[in-house]
C-alpha cells in the first residue's frame, strides 16, 4: 500500500492549492442535462466496508431554474444491496446571494438478496459557498425506509478549487450510517480533467476512516448536455 499512500497524499497536497458551482445548492439550468458514473478499483487488501466497488449511476435534468429532476443509483454492503431513488430539488431563498441553498424529495427502493424490496423517502439540505477560484458545500439527507421504519442519514462536506480551466481538484469527507446501523465515514480527494465543456474525468482515491479502513482509487465520468 505505500504507492497508494504516496498517491493519496499527492492528491491531498494538490487540494490544498489555492473550482466552478457543483451540483446540489446550484440548479441545473434549464434543458441541461448532467450524467455521471463510475466507482472505485485496485482496492486495498481486505476493503469490504465502508470502500468496496459501490459502482454509481447519477442523473440531473434542469427542467426549469426553479426545479431540478434527477435519478441516484449506488450499492453498499459489497454490492449486495442496491438502491435508487427519483428526485427533485429546487433553491431556497435567493439564488444569487453568496450562500445558496436548496432542499430535495426524493422516492425510490432498497433491494437486496436476503430482505423484500423496501421502499423510501428520502429528504435533503444543501449548502453552497462560492468563492473567486472554488467552492465549498454541505449537502445532508435523510432517508426513510418503510420496513426498517427508520431513518437513515447522509452528509458531505466538499472543498474545490479549480486552479486552471482545465485542472479542478476536490477535497470530500463522506459520512452517514450503513444498512445496519453502524456509522462511516471516508475522505475522497480527486483531480478533475476538463476535456471540453462537455466532458469530464475525475480520478481520486478513497479511504475508510471506518470499519476496515480499506482504500481504493476511484474514476467517475462526467457529461454535460
Known amino acids: 500500500n505505500g ?3 504516496r498517491f493519496l497524499l499527492g492528491l491531498l497536497w494538490l487540494a490544498m492549492l489555492p473550482q466552478t458551482a457543483w451540483p446540489g445548492a446550484w440548479p441545473r439550468e434549464e434543458g441541461q442535462l448532467f450524467i455521471s458514473s463510475g466507482g472505485n478499483f485496485l482496492l486495498s487488501d481486505g476493503a469490504e466496508l465502508p470502500v468496496h466497488y ?3 449511476f447519477y442523473l ?5 431554474d426553479l426545479l431540478t429532476l434527477g435519478i441516484d443509483y449506488h450499492t453498499a454492503d459489497l454490492g449486495r444491496i ?3 431513488f427519483v428526485f427533485g430539488r429546487f ?3 435567493d439564488t444569487g446571494a453568496r450562500d445558496r441553498f436548496a432542499a430535495s424529495i426524493g422516492y425510490g427502493a ?3 438478496e436476503f430482505n423484500p424490496k423496501e421502499t423510501l423517502l428520502q429528504g435533503g439540505l444543501f449548502w453552497g459557498r462560492g468563492y473567486p477560484s ?4 454541505l449537502d445532508y439527507t435523510a432517508t426513510y425506509g418503510d420496513i426498517s421504519e427508520e431513518f437513515r442519514s447522509k452528509a458531505d462536506l466538499t472543498w474545490g478549487h479549480n486552479y486552471t480551466d482545465r485542472w479542478t481538484t476536490t477535497l470530500q469527507l463522506q459520512t452517514g450510517e450503513g444498512f445496519s446501523g453502524d456509522v462511516y465515514a471516508k475522505i475522497n480527494p480527486a483531480i478533475i480533467f476538463t476535456f471540453n465543456e462537455r466532458n469530464r474525468v475525475s480520478l481520486g482515491a478513497v479511504k475508510g476512516l471506518t470499519g476496515d479502513e ?5 474514476l467517475n465520468i462526467w457529461s454535460t448536455f
Not at 134 to 137: C, F, H, I, V
Not at 214 to 218: D, E, F, H, V
Open 3 to 5: 504507492l497508494f499512500m
Open 60 to 64: 440531473e435534468y434542469g427542467l426549469s
Open 91 to 93: 433553491p431556497l431563498g
Open 214 to 218: 480499506g482504500s481504493a482509487l476511484k
Open 134 to 137: 472554488g467552492w465549498y458545500a
Open 82 to 84: 442496491n438502491t435508487g
Open 110 to 112: 432498497r433491494v437486496d
Open 54 to 56: 459501490d459502482p454509481t
